[in-house]
């Protein structure tokens, strides 16, 4: 019985973040009150508040859900380019900006974290979290980018926070103007060649190499 009820609780928690994200996809985030996720989840107010703090703790949840699966794919890729971690760079970015255009629940995270999310207000908890995964998601790029360094396949004096810098913004931009305006480019059939041309700046580019000391 206990682990039937545990269960349940878990569908419930599921049924209530699906929810949330519809909502906010169609809404927005300041515009949708717990209220009306509860109406669309068919649970009360009480339910959400015992699986999440506030509007915040629940969109802090939603958020990290697009992250979800990321490291698991990583691991699936290092295994099958062994001793080549500029193929897994290529093949996880490709990965993540085709999964933008044909995976609707991941589509609908990015509109909410692009374009329907205002951090004022309640919201102002959620930037300053989002704001040290950032910085962490810097360490884990230029992590990443040692190591193609150390098999030969980016300059030595590659300026790794630069380039991390510069990736991050490159890949966001891509997804946030496509998610803005879909018909402006073929985000998924483009990929490949947007990530080639990526790999193509952080190998030749000079403005990303570090000053010699």
């Known amino acids: 019985m206990a682990r039937k009820t545990k269960q349940q609780a878990l569908e419930t928690r599921n049924h209530i973040i699906d929810a ?3 909502r906010f996809s169609e809404h927005g985030v ?12 068919g649970v009360t107010r009480g339910a959400i508040y015992w699986h999440f ?13 697009s992250e979800s699966g990321l490291e698991d794919l990583e691991h699936e890729y290092q295994l099958k380019y062994p001793s080549d971690p500029l ?9 993540v900006l085709e999964a933008t255009v044909r ?19 309640e919201m102002t908890t959620l930037q300053l979290m989002q704001q040290t995964l950032y910085l962490e998601c810097y360490e884990k790029i230029e992590d ?24 991050r913004a490159y890949i966001t931009g891509l997804m946030e103007n496509w998610l803005f305006m879909p018909e402006s480019f073929d985000l998924a059939a483009d990929a490949p ?4 041309a990526l790999i193509e700046m952080l190998r030749h580019t000079t403005t990303l190499r570090a000053a010699p000391r």
Not at 53 to 65: F, H, S, V, Y
Not at 103 to 121: A, N, P, T, Y
């Open 20 to 22: 949330a994200i519809e």
């Open 30 to 41: 300041s515009k949708t009150s717990l209220a009306d996720i509860a109406a669309a989840a």
């Open 53 to 65: 703090k506030n509007k915040t703790d629940l969109l802090n949840e939603i958020w990290a859900q």
């Open 87 to 95: 193929s897994v760079v290529r093949a996880m970015i490709i990965y």
């Open 103 to 121: 995976d609707q629940r991941r589509r609908s995270l990015m509109e909410i974290i692009f374009h329907k999310c205002e951090f004022v207000g």
């Open 144 to 167: 990443v980018l040692r190591q193609c360094i150390e098999a030969g396949q980016l300059p030595p004096a590659l300026d790794t926070r630069r380039a991390a810098v510069v990736m």
């Open 193 to 196: 060649q947007l990530v080639e």
